[in-house]
């Protein structure tokens, strides 16, 4: 496995990349909270939250189509709210196709849901595509998340790669032994594949942990005490300052007549 | 075939956009506490050995996700991994490994929200390594040291880890307004009694594998930090979680609370969703409803969580004592 398969990082040096980690995550943290913040049912102001990740990707040269191809995969998970219509009490409306009867209130604060959680999932994907994943964890770190988590993190990052080829190849070699003829039961039953799945982790899990004693040697050796330093955190420019105020008052001018007008 | 560790085991990664804002803060706040007592905890039982062990841990445990077993129609079984890690390295430092994992999923893959990551890593995190680690404990002490034991107890461990994960989440979404108890909680928990079967055959084959091959390993997780507090820890998770549950059940009737809340004279709080931990309660030190939401989510889950806490640390005492 390649970090493409995974990292959807997108290089280049437009303004939306070249803007300080700690803005980004700022911005995208302001977005979703205002997003999250705003009433059901306000289709106008989820349009104007909208227009700030599609404006972000067309500056940032990655185009709305990646984005919007991306953007449906919270979308599953649409389900769990999917019974709202059905049972927020209220007046009612019989839908003309389905002859389905409908809370009107239930209904409004499901797809308010689902639009919401699609909004909030672009802006996420504009930080990713347009932040390497070492700019995003120092910009965490500058943030005052835990120095260790930080750097599990990003320990973690590099090795998931690593481990996930292993698993690929766990997977190949079971699959090399796993001989199926149509019409006849191959294998065992559903306990007996569990275990041969449990088998192939805890082998991942034995390997893994022998890796983690090298990799400590090895950071030993090169001086490690415990410690993962980072530089520290340059000033920020006139660009990230103009992009953060600039965002966060458009976002609470979208707030703020959003709560004002709520029905 | 291509490999995708994006498509890890689905349904308990809430997105954004589905809770509310004061069950969200909540969740920060909860997960912040323990994580941060966490990383306390581990420094002091693994010392500078702490960032590698538990980095690779957590790639492990992201890649483990991904090995998978065919159960029927195109379906197949996966792992989480809460309950394994804990067994092998203890519950806070797999608290800090799932952690890493879920959060990474949210930062690089969208596969759970931001606002939503404190509650994510709530239920699957600490609720995952705490269950599956209080109840392996449990069941080992109880059916001894066998290898049947050991199938057993990994296998209920893994499946109740699941389990209370898929509660927690339906909960946070009634809380939320973002769902109906009555069918989110059903629902939930027969679609993850199945989930949980993959967990539990999985968990129980690789605790097979690991002691023919480093027993050494299980016997250290045995001993490692958080062994004694890590069943009242739990406990006091599973009460402050049942008394969540039961609290929109307590009042079900929204005029009822409406009529209580205008006696009170928290009028501003009777557009609230139907179902809240603290219903129309307010401070009066604090004027804007948002905020006192947040405070009244936050310190009732605070203040539930420390009560249960420390009622079953008085009782670990007495228990040692005794």
């Not at chain 1, 009107?104 to 639009?115: H, K, M, P, Q, W």
């Not at chain 1, 306990?191 to 390997?207: C, D, E, K, Q, Y």
Request: glycine content about 12%; charged content about 10%; proline content about 5%.
């Amino acid at each position: 496995m390649h970090v493409h398969f995974t990292d959807q990082y997108r290089s280049g040096s437009s303004l939306v990349h070249r803007l300080d980690p700690r803005i980004k995550v700022l911005c995208t943290l302001a977005f979703i909270l205002t997003a999250a913040l705003l009433p059901p049912g306000e289709w106008i102001h989820y349009g104007l939250l909208l227009i700030v990740p599609l404006l972000g990707v067309v500056v940032a040269g990655i185009g709305p189509g990646y984005l919007l191809k991306r953007s449906f995969i919270a979308l599953p998970f649409a389900l769990a709210a999917i019974t709202l219509p059905f049972t927020v009490p209220g007046p009612q409306v019989t839908l003309p196709i389905l002859g389905l009867t409908v809370s009107i209130e239930g209904a409004v604060r499901f797809v308010s849901i689902v639009l919401k959680s699609w909004i909030s999932v672009q802006m996420a994907i504009l930080l990713v595509t347009t932040t390497t994943f070492p700019d995003l964890l120092w910009g965490l770190r500058a943030l005052h998340v835990p120095r260790v988590l930080v750097s599990v993190v990003g320990l973690m990052y590099r090795y998931i790669f690593v481990l996930a080829d292993e698993a690929t190849r766990l997977m190949r070699a079971r699959a090399a032994r796993s001989g199926e003829v149509e019409g006849h039961q191959s294998g065992g039953g559903i306990a007996w594949r569990g275990r041969v799945a449990g088998g192939m982790v805890g082998s991942l899990a034995l390997r893994s942990f022998e890796r983690s004693e090298r990799i400590y040697d090895a950071m030993v050796a090169r001086g490690y005490t415990g410690e993962i330093r980072h530089f520290a955190p340059p000033a920020l420019s006139a660009d990230d300052y103009t992009i953060l105020v600039t965002l966060l008052a458009y976002l609470a001018l979208v707030l703020a007549t959003g709560l004002l007008f709520a029905r | 075939m291509l490999f995708l560790p994006v498509q890890s085991p689905p349904q308990l990664h809430i997105p954004d956009g589905f809770l509310s804002v004061p069950v969200a803060a909540a969740g920060w706040i909860v997960a912040a506490i323990c994580i941060g007592y966490a990383l306390l905890k581990t420094r002091g039982q693994l010392g500078e050995k702490q960032i590698p062990l538990m980095g690779v841990l957590a790639a492990f445990i992201f890649a483990a996700q991904a090995l998978n077993f065919p159960v029927a129609g195109g379906t197949s079984g996966h792992l989480l991994g809460a309950t394994l890690a804990a067994i092998v390295v203890g519950p806070w430092a797999a608290m800090l490994i799932m952690t890493s994992v879920i959060g990474l999923q949210a930062i690089l893959f969208q596969d759970g929200g931001l606002l939503s990551l404190g509650w994510n890593i709530v239920n699957m995190g600490i609720l995952g390594a705490f269950t599956g680690y209080g109840v392996y404990q449990f069941a080992r002490r109880v059916t001894g040291d066998g290898r049947t034991s050991l199938i057993v107890a990994g296998a209920l461990g893994g499946w109740l880890s699941v389990m209370l994960g898929a509660a927690a989440t339906a909960a946070q979404l009634a809380l939320s307004g973002a769902a109906a108890l009555s069918i989110a909680l059903p629902a939930m928990l027969g679609v993850h009694a199945l989930i949980g079967v993959g967990e539990a055959l999985i968990t129980a084959g690789a605790l097979l594998f690991i002691n023919a091959t480093r027993p050494d390993l299980l016997r250290a997780g045995r001993a490692a930090t958080g062994s004694r507090s890590a069943i009242w820890v739990l406990l006091a998770l599973v009460i402050a979680l049942g008394l969540a549950l039961v609290s929109p059940l307590a009042s079900p009737d929204p005029d009822g609370l409406n009529r209580v809340a205008a006696d009170l004279g928290f009028d501003s709080e009777a557009q609230a969703a139907p179902y809240e931990i603290l219903p129309g309660y307010s401070m009066p030190l604090i004027e804007n409803p948002n905020l006192t939401k947040i405070a009244a989510v936050g310190i009732g889950t605070l203040v539930v969580f420390g009560i249960a806490f420390v009622i079953g640390r008085i009782g670990a005492r007495k228990k040692i004592a005794a």
